[in-house]
């Protein structure tokens, strides 16, 4: 859906494509003068002219209009233009080209880049998640730790942010260990917390309840509240 809107958008001129199209021709598998030829096209389509002639194609570049006749047929092959036929109001047939091929494939193109470029931030903060973790253990992380790790990202579906939240409750409580960050995401995971401010938020009246109840068991050696973090 969202990908049939961009290209409708496209073809109605609410988006900038040609800075699109720039960026982005040589993923399509285009070279320069095709690329210069669509931008033509588009350019004539934007002027109300729906099919120029070779002629005035050309004209326009420094291509004959037999080269240009040969990229257009090949553009056509690439599925990157295509000749639409219609008729008037008058019932006068007439042709046009359609850039909604190419507009696909950009869209297409730019969705994977996308996908793409979140899966590399995604390595990037995992790489960094270990890192982190070695730092505060001060040691190399053990393979069965490595497996966990993997285990709270890929099946868990932790956010490495919130992993490392619960890697700084677990040092904040003294009891920097696997089994202890475990419960913590288990409980945030339980409770619906799924940001860092609404882990700070729960983690601040955990600890405000805790000490509450530190000073109950002072004062009237009740039984202390349950810390549902210990082991």
């Given at each position: 859906?969202?990908?049939?809107?961009?290209?409708?958008?496209?073809?109605?001129?609410?988006?900038?494509?040609?800075?699109?199209?720039?960026?982005?021709?040589?993923k399509l598998g285009l070279n320069?003068?095709?690329?210069?030829?669509?931008?033509?096209?588009?350019?004539?389509?934007?002027?109300?002219?729906?099919?120029?002639?070779?002629?005035?194609?050309?004209?326009?570049?420094?291509?004959?209009?037999?080269?240009?006749?040969?990229?257009?047929?090949?553009?056509?092959?690439?599925?990157?233009?295509?000749?639409?036929?219609?008729?008037?109001?008058?019932?006068?047939?007439?042709?046009?080209?359609?850039?909604?091929?190419?507009?696909?494939?950009?869209?297409?193109?730019?969705?994977?880049?996308?996908?793409?470029?979140?899966?590399?931030?995604?390595?990037?903060?995992?790489?960094?998640?270990?890192?982190?973790?070695?730092?505060?253990?001060?040691?190399?992380?053990?393979?069965?730790?490595?497996?966990?790790?993997?285990?709270?990202?890929?099946?868990?579906?932790?956010?490495?942010?919130?992993?490392?939240?619960?890697?700084?409750?677990?040092?904040?409580?003294?009891?920097?260990?696997?089994?202890?960050?475990?419960?913590?995401?288990?409980?945030?995971?339980?409770?619906?917390?799924?940001?860092?401010?609404?882990?700070?938020?729960?983690?601040?009246?955990?600890?405000?309840?805790?000490?509450?109840?530190?000073?109950?068991?002072?004062?009237?050696?009740?039984?202390?509240?349950?810390?549902?973090?210990?082991?």
């Amino acid at each position: 859906m969202k990908k049939d809107m961009m290209v409708a958008w496209m073809e109605e001129g609410m988006l900038v494509v040609p800075q699109m199209l720039m960026a982005n021709y040589h993923k399509l598998g285009l070279n320069e003068t095709e690329l210069v030829i669509l931008l033509q096209i588009f350019s004539f389509i934007e002027e109300g002219k729906h099919f120029p002639t070779l002629e005035e194609i050309s004209g326009r570049m420094t291509i004959s209009s037999s080269e240009c006749s040969d990229i257009l047929r090949r553009l056509i092959q690439k599925q990157c233009l295509t000749i639409e036929e219609g008729y008037s109001s008058d019932h006068i047939r007439f042709e046009s080209y359609s850039l909604k091929p190419l507009w696909h494939k950009l869209v297409d193109e730019m969705m994977l880049s996308k996908k793409e470029k979140q899966f590399e931030e995604q390595l990037k903060n995992e790489e960094n998640l270990y890192t982190t973790f070695e730092q505060e253990f001060g040691r190399p992380l053990s393979p069965l730790e490595c497996e966990t790790l993997a285990m709270w990202v890929d099946q868990d579906f932790h956010d490495a942010a919130m992993i490392k939240s619960a890697l700084r409750e677990a040092v904040i409580a003294g009891k920097l260990n696997f089994r202890y960050i475990d419960r913590i995401l288990f409980e945030w995971k339980k409770n619906g917390i799924k940001t860092i401010e609404q882990a700070r938020q729960y983690g601040k009246k955990f600890h405000q309840q805790r000490v509450k109840s530190s000073e109950v068991k002072k004062s009237s050696n009740m039984v202390p509240f349950y810390n549902w973090l210990e082991q």
